[in-house]
Structures are given as structure tokens and as C-alpha cells.
């Protein structure tokens, strides 16, 4: 059991270096369209490694039990599926400021 642990404790770690990796390059990062996209290592890959994380380490204390399995399947894949569906919205907010920015600036302008 001990071998499982340490797999949860591995994919943890990493899921905390992947968080810390992004939020270095979104303090770092010149506009809010930049760090939106850079929050996708952190949304897509980290949040999922630290649920399979936690799967491994329940069937380390417990064994495997299916609806551990499947409870983690079912949060990773509805997890995904909110994820893209909030990745679209924000890009059609992100086109809409940008837009009216582009419409503004060529109102200012004299013609």
C-alpha cells in the first residue's frame, strides 16, 4: 500500500509545482487576456492530477472500490466539460471588450 501512497503524494507535488509554476507566469504576465491563457496548465492538468491523487490514495487505504474509481471519472470528465464551456465564454467576453475597444478608437479618430 505504501507504493500507492507515494504515486498520490508524487501526483500532488506535481500538481502544486504545475500551480506555482502558473502563478509565477500570471504575475508576470503583461494583460488579462495573457493571463487567461496561461491559467490552462493549472485548470486543465493540475486541478485532474490532484483528483486521481486522491483516488490513489483512497484505494491505498481501502482497496478499489468502483465508485471511488468512478466518482473521480465522473468529476475529471464533468470537470473538463465546465472547463471548455467556461474557456468559450470567456473568449467571447474577451472578443466583445475588444470589439468595443476597436469601435471606440475609430470614433476618436477624425476622419
Known amino acids: ?9 508524487i501526483l500532488a507535488v506535481a500538481a502544486g509545482l504545475i ?3 502558473t502563478m509565477v507566469g500570471l504575475w508576470r504576465a ?5 493571463q487567461a491563457n496561461m491559467l490552462g496548465p493549472t485548470t486543465g492538468v493540475a486541478i485532474p492530477l490532484l483528483i486521481f491523487a486522491k483516488l490513489a490514495y483512497d484505494i491505498s487505504r481501502h482497496g478499489f472500490v468502483f465508485s471511488d474509481v468512478a466518482r473521480a471519472l465522473i468529476a475529471v470528465v464533468a470537470y473538463l466539460v465546465v472547463l471548455a464551456l467556461g474557456a468559450f465564454l470567456l473568449g467571447r467576453a474577451f472578443l466583445a471588450v475588444a470589439v468595443e475597444a ?3 478608437e475609430s470614433q476618436d479618430e477624425p476622419a
Do not use: L, N
Open 1 to 9: 500500500m505504501m507504493i500507492a501512497e507515494i504515486f498520490a503524494g
Open 19 to 21: 500551480m506555482v509554476v
Open 30 to 34: 503583461p494583460d488579462a487576456q495573457t
Open 102 to 104: 476597436d469601435r471606440a
